[in-house]
């Protein structure tokens, strides 16, 4: 499309289009993506005013190194039963995320989302938080359950929609709900948890409690409008609340530059609220533990909201509707520079003495029985299938506290209608 | 024992969020200048001073932050009345409403719920233009999961208010803006009344309930059942006081969960029905009152239902009583039922 343009002496505008670096069949190179030393940043005291840290908005708070050392002040000098529990809860979400992909695979379901390379964003921070510390998830921190000990069996029960489904078959597959776990029931539309979780926390600093509230969202996420509302509703009333970004590079098919990514830092859109912003390597689970430890404590001690951005990449397709080698190159998740965030931790304790390769074997082995086990438990439950689990007038239930007539009336209809149809 | 004081509009909305607050400390009010100043229209006015800032108070100006806020803080155990100052700003807040508030209760099967009133004035007749005169009621009527309540006297509002907050499932509450001071009678030339001589003004000063689902019949007829709420059914009251026309007035006062026995009755009794509302025509509330009544009356109906509405325009400012569904219109519709 060509114009006439009406000043001809001047240089034409262009659009400009964000691209990823790399497409099918490129070759996917990372060499020259900064990655800052671990232990380089500053640790500021949590009471330190934002403005004084930007440049841990831009930066990386890494502890891990390369040798898979923890250095530096960010370390959060964790005895080495606490690291095998982090490990151990890293790899039982992977291992479950193996067999529900399969199950879904397999026409057991009809969804699920993994969080391949993701695990520390979320297992890491649920250790860091309080057991009863309120979390608004997205969809890809089941993590935190896993973390916290929510039966596997009832996380299946609600991904294969059966009979013991929690939530009596209403929710697509891994939209979870568990107020009893602290883990808010997921939406599936995009940072809607953001305003809530700031709700939620403004009101517990109302009532004088004393947890806090955390929520996460991807990197494309950002770019709805609850975001920003969440992040000036939180500054405004300094509410108890973090704010983690994962950003994995990839919000289905655009890549985050969608989102922003090739101007500025995620975590820098938290100096524009003058709230704190933290840069954290999202694959070193301790980088993760110490930066929520860092803002819980922030937060607790009435000092207001922390935004972190977990820098990480998802490993896999978004869903299991999703094939990412449609749109990416099939090299980058083995060429992403920040390695695997299980790997890191168990080198980490391999290093220290604290562990070594046949107990990972082992416990690797045992957490795949753990999960078929709780598979085949889940499964005397049934699994997805139209009318099987839940008689069809429960459908009807759960609108309102109590049915009003024109519900009733519908649902009467229903079972009027299958009963003339000989259904 | 000493008559009920005289109330506006405003103060018994007022006194609802006041009894309410008194009542049980979980109840909070929220939204763009409610709280220091008292709100715009001054429905919150005092409720700052008597009950503290962190339940009264002030927000951003963020309609998707000001419900997302509120249902997180439901969800924490509290029961926030958030105002949006004119449901004609209440579109940014409507994926949080939609999406959030009204489907809480089933998609978590009852883990979390969103017990929330969210407060809003609606609809014209002040010169409001485009953007403070709408009436979106029709939106919301078409979702699952939140109830929709519009009152139209002071005693109505203060009850329906109480029954709202108290409510464990989201509802809106559309506040018809034209008659916080006073009922019109939709002569917009004649000098306004205030809500003094109403019998509905006589308001008591403590905690009572209007039930959410019951409508109420303003005036008894044989000839025609009249639908409205809000500023219509005053509109349509004066204006059948002026043909002389012996109609059956129901103000539904709750859309969502809808009276529709007493519709039902009212409309087998008079054989004929005519639909008010200031909404736009196409997909308008209406629009769904038409279709229950004529599955539910059709043998007994002897015209074609009528429907008298704002039209499908966006609100104008200087043609605004020409779009105002006032006493001409209604008239001549009233006119066509009544000789078919």
Not at chain 1, 135 to 146: A, D, E, K, V
Not at chain 1, 148 to 157: D, I, K, S
Not at chain 1, 239 to 254: K, R
Not at chain 2, 316 to 340: C, M, Q, T
């Amino acid at each position: 499309m060509t114009v006439d343009a009406p000043r001809a002496n001047l240089p034409p505008l262009s659009l400009h289009v964000p691209e990823p670096r790399f497409r099918p069949g490129d070759e996917a190179d990372f060499s020259d993506l900064v990655v800052p030393p671990a232990g380089a940043a500053r640790r500021p005291d949590t009471a330190e005013p934002a403005d004084r840290f930007h440049e841990l908005a831009y930066g990386l708070v890494r502890v891990l190194d390369d040798a898979g050392n923890a250095v530096g002040p960010w370390d959060p000098r964790l005895d080495a039963e606490a690291k095998r529990k982090m490990l151990r809860s890293m790899a039982l979400t992977r291992a479950f995320d193996e067999r529900m992909f399969r199950a879904q695979r397999q026409g057991k379901t009809s969804f699920y989302m993994k969080s391949t390379g993701e695990e520390a964003v979320s297992v890491a921070a649920a250790l860091a938080m309080a057991g009863d510390d309120m979390c608004f998830p997205s969809y890809r921190q089941q993590g935190i359950l896993i973390t916290r000990g929510y039966p596997l069996v009832e996380m299946m029960n609600q991904i294969y929609s059966n009979r013991g489904d929690p939530l009596q078959g209403r929710q697509l597959p891994i939209m979870y709900s568990s107020k009893e776990t602290g883990f808010f029931s997921i939406s599936g539309n995009l940072a809607t948890q953001y305003p809530q979780a700031v709700g939620w926390a403004m009101a517990s600093a109302a009532r004088g409690d004393t947890r806090i509230a955390a929520t996460w969202c991807g990197e494309g996420s950002t770019a709805e409008g609850d975001f920003h509302s969440a992040l000036t509703f939180a500054t405004v009333y300094r509410a108890p609340v973090i704010f983690n970004v994962v950003n994995n590079q990839w919000a289905i098919s655009s890549f985050s530059g969608f989102a922003g990514a090739e101007a500025t830092t995620f975590a820098a859109r938290a100096i524009g609220y003058g709230i704190a912003g933290l840069r954290v390597d999202g694959n070193d689970a301790l980088a993760v533990y110490a930066a929520t430890q860092w803002a819980a404590e922030r937060a607790r001690t009435n000092q207001g909201p922390t935004l972190i951005e977990h820098f990480t990449y998802r490993a896999e397709g978004h869903s299991t509707s999703d094939d990412p080698s449609a749109y990416r190159s099939a090299g980058e998740p083995n060429a992403w520079p920040l390695g695997d965030p299980i790997r890191r931790l168990k080198d980490h304790l391999i290093g220290l003495g604290e562990w070594d390769e046949e107990r990972h074997a082992a416990m690797d082995l045992e957490l795949a029985e753990t999960v078929k086990r709780a598979q085949k438990e889940a499964e005397k439950n049934g699994i997805l299938g139209h009318g099987m689990h839940q008689p069809f007038e429960t459908m009807f239930e759960g609108v309102f506290e109590e049915m009003p007539w024109h519900l009733k009336e519908q649902s009467d209809q229903m079972i009027a209608e299958r009963k003339a149809a000989g259904i | 024992m000493s008559a009920a004081p005289r109330m506006n509009m405003i103060q018994a909305i007022n006194s609802a969020m006041d009894v309410m607050m008194e009542r049980d400390d979980q109840v909070v009010v929220m939204g763009e200048d409610v709280g220091y100043f008292g709100g715009v229209f001054r429905a919150t006015a005092g409720l700052q001073a008597k009950y503290g800032k962190t339940r009264a108070f002030d927000t951003p100006i963020t309609e998707i932050g000001i419900i997302g806020v509120a249902i997180g803080m439901g969800a924490y155990g509290l029961r926030p009345v958030p105002e949006i100052q004119f449901a004609d700003y209440i579109y940014p807040a409507l994926d949080q409403l939609v999406s959030e508030a009204a489907r809480l209760r089933y998609r978590s099967n009852g883990d979390f719920t969103a017990p929330i009133t969210v407060r809003s004035p609606y609809g014209g007749g002040i010169f409001g233009g485009q953007t403070h005169s709408q009436s979106p009621e029709g939106i919301f009527t078409h979702v699952s999961g939140i109830k929709t309540v519009i009152p139209s006297t002071p005693y109505d509002a203060k009850g329906l208010l109480i029954a709202a907050i108290e409510d464990n499932d989201p509802v809106l509450f559309l506040e018809p803006k034209r008659i916080y001071n006073g009922p019109f009678d939709g002569h917009y030339d004649r000098p306004a009344k205030n809500w003094t001589a109403h019998p509905a003004s006589e308001v008591p000063t403590g905690y009572y309930r209007v039930e959410l689902g019951k409508a109420a019949t303003v005036r008894e007829g044989e000839a025609v059942t009249i639908l409205c709420y809000g500023t219509m059914v005053h509109v349509v009251a004066a204006t059948i006081e002026e043909l002389g026309v012996d109609a059956e007035i129901i103000d539904l006062r709750t859309l969502v969960p809808l009276d529709i026995e007493a519709i039902e009755a009212s409309v087998k009794k008079t054989g004929r029905c005519m639909i008010v509302h200031e909404a736009t025509r196409t997909s308008g509330f209406g629009a769904e009152l038409s279709a229950l009544v004529q599955e539910r009356c059709f043998y007994h109906l002897e015209a074609p239902i009528a429907r008298v509405t704002g039209f499908d325009t966006p609100y104008p400012h200087s043609l605004e009583w020409a779009y105002f569904p006032g006493p001409v219109r209604i008239r001549e519709a009233l006119n066509k039922l009544l000789k078919d």
